[in-house]
């Protein structure tokens, strides 16, 4: 302990007044010490194409490397029918590979869905998992974040203004920092 850790947040959303994107400064400005979360851009990436490896483009590997230095990775995303946005995926897939070389290897996840709807975007957060077990991500279980209803969450200027949504997301922030931890005791956190 005593460690602080580099958080690596990826928002899956590229809309200037995202909610997600808010929910994410939000948990930047609510970590407690040991966690020093930055949000990780995905907009300028070029879409994934195995023959892009032979002249691999230069935002492909500075998002690999930042990814790669991470000791954890929090994702915040939409829901789009179902499933997590396509630009999401597409920065998954991206530090996925070259084969053998995922930049995701290891590091413990967690996974925040944020949509306007009344589910909190559970079919997203729960798309997203099942890459999580194949790229090798231990996510944390509990709790759970579904945030619904989350046109009513944010102030004018952007902040996360509802105090019980605040509080839940300091507890999600708290279990996770143990995550991490109890991930890095077991030799995975780079
Ligand atoms: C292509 C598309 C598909 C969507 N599908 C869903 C969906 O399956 N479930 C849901 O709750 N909201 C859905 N929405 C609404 C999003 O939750 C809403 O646009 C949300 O604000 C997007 O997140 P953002 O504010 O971070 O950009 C969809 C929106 C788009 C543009």
């Known amino acids: 302990m005593g460690t602080t850790r580099d958080i690596a947040v990826i928002v899956g959303s590229l809309r200037k007044e995202s909610l997600n994107r808010k929910m994410a400064k939000a948990l930047i400005e609510l970590a407690p010490p040991e966690l020093k979360l930055e949000i990780v851009e995905i907009g300028a990436l070029p879409l994934f194409n195995e023959d892009l490896e032979a002249n691999v483009p ?35 897939d991206v530090a996925s590979r070259p084969h053998g070389k995922s930049a995701w290897d290891g590091k413990p996840a967690g996974v925040v869905s944020v949509s306007p709807g009344a589910i909190g975007g559970f079919g997203a ?8 077990v194949f790229l090798n991500m231990p996510a944390m279980q509990q709790p759970e ?4 209803g989350a046109g009513k969450l944010f102030d004018d200027a952007g902040r996360l203004s509802n105090d019980s949504t605040r509080e839940f997301m300091r507890k999600f922030l708290a279990a996770y920092a143990a995550w991490v931890e109890k991930i890095a005791a077991q030799g995975s956190v780079p």
């Open 145 to 148: 974040a579904y945030i619904g």
């Open 58 to 92: 230069e935002a492909w590997t500075s998002f690999r490397e930042r990814v790669r230095r991470a000791n954890g990775v929090i994702f915040v995303t939409p829901e789009y029918n179902r499933s997590v946005p396509g630009v999401l995926k597409n920065a998954i």
């Open 125 to 132: 957060n729960h798309h997203l998992r099942q890459s999580l």
